[in-house]
């Protein structure tokens, strides 16, 4: 399994980004997929998440009507795109997905630094 991150970056506040994970080594279409984050001195903190088919997301209180996930099955792809960004917004951003009750992938993160 491989997850592979892409699309951090430095960007001012009030500006967007949109982060890709790319998936391989398992079927896709079968797994939720989520993000984290982890910003400096704080625990790894559930950003999003997204169910097999796409249709169920959840979301922190912290960014909710600020980002959206999504995904393409047929891309294998998952995206976190964060609009409104914030100073606190700043983190690594790491996708996730369990395959098994034991099993569980991180991929390697992104940084995404919001300031001005």
């Known amino acids: 399994v491989q997850l592979v991150e892409s699309g951090g970056g430095l960007v001012q506040p009030g500006g967007s980004l949109r982060l890709s994970c790319a998936a391989s080594?398992?079927?896709?279409?079968?797994?939720?997929m989520s993000w984290y984050r982890q910003a400096p001195g704080k625990e790894r903190e559930l950003v999003a998440a997204?169910?097999?088919?796409?249709?169920?997301?959840n979301y922190a209180d912290s960014v909710k009507g600020r980002f959206t996930i999504s995904r393409d099955n047929a891309k294998n792809t998952v995206y976190l795109q964060m609009n409104s960004l914030k100073p606190e917004d700043t983190a690594v951003y790491y996708c996730?997905?369990?395959?098994?009750?034991?099993?569980?992938?991180w991929g390697q993160g992104t940084q995404v630094t919001v300031s001005s």
């Open positions: 080594g398992f079927t896709f279409s079968k797994y939720p």
């Open positions: 996730h997905t369990q395959i098994t009750i034991v099993h569980d992938y």
């Open positions: 997204i169910r097999s088919t796409g249709g169920s997301t």
